[in-house]
């Protein structure tokens, strides 16, 4: 797929070493385990702190094991955060389609942003997972192939259309919900506000007239993510200009 490009995912030092080849099973006394148990706790582990300070140590810490009882279910740090993120996404395919393919992608498209907006650290690593194994929903990718197909885009078009579908579920959401710096928080939003301020309106006549309106709530001109001041206007506008521009190419 092609998608807005994500975070690469580091390895923490402690993570780096593999379990042996023979893999012993957690003893009895060890609180239990399961592979729902250990993505839960992932989550919320990358709910809480973020997925800079995620480490199997870390999870290891919270499940109450030690961390090579961790490798039993799953075999590195990256296969289980494509798992998490496979795991967030589950529920992202409406159930039933609607009569009207428009209202079924302006319902992917709200979905996906609602899903994020529940799991904001996740944002950087849908870009990178969704090119995952561990992350191919094949009935996602079918159930948006069927949707293109009852728009009545020619056949030909309907690859092409996929990919900018999930360009755009991904794209605005991923940036909208990407981190902000924490270092001297105030700081950087009184240098953004100052960059802001000193547009000249004779250089910058449009710029300068409508900052108001854009400083801290449109792209490259904030400091907060849409955690804080989510971008409503914006992502209703966009979601509506591409569904209307896959209506006009299949002759609407």
Not at 8 to 23: C, F, G, N, V
Not at 153 to 159: G, Q, S, V
Not at 170 to 193: H, L, N, R, S
């Amino acid at each position: 797929m092609s998608t807005h490009p994500g975070t690469e995912i580091t390895m923490h030092a402690d993570d780096a070493p593999q379990p042996p080849k023979r893999k012993r099973r957690p003893s009895k006394d060890a609180p239990s385990l399961s592979s729902d148990r250990i993505i839960a706790a992932a989550l919320d582990l990358i709910d809480t702190q973020g997925v800079d300070n995620f480490s199997m140590r870390n999870l290891a810490k919270l499940l109450g094991v030690y961390p090579m009882a961790i490798y039993w279910y799953v075999p590195n740090r990256n296969a289980l955060v494509a798992r998490v993120t496979a795991h967030v996404l589950a529920d992202l395919v409406p159930e039933d389609p609607s009569a009207d393919w428009q209202d079924d992608l302006r319902t992917l498209l709200h979905r996906f942003r609602a899903i994020i907006r529940a799991h904001p650290n996740v944002a950087p690593l849908i870009g990178a997972q969704l090119v995952s194994n561990a992350s191919v929903d094949l009935m996602m990718i079918e159930w948006v192939l069927q949707v293109l197909r009852r728009s009545g885009l020619n056949e030909a078009d309907i690859p092409a259309a996929y990919t900018a579908t999930i360009g755009a579920m991904t794209g605005f959401v991923t940036q909208e919900f990407a981190a902000v710096p924490q270092d001297d928080k105030t700081g950087w939003a009184d240098e953004m506000k100052q960059i802001a301020q000193s547009a000249d309106p004779e250089q910058f006549p449009l710029a300068a007239a409508l900052m108001p309106k854009l400083l801290n709530r449109s792209f490259i001109l904030r400091w907060d993510n849409g955690s804080a001041v989510p971008l409503d206007d914006g992502f209703d506008f966009f979601v509506e200009s591409f569904i209307a521009g896959l209506a006009r190419r299949a002759g609407h």
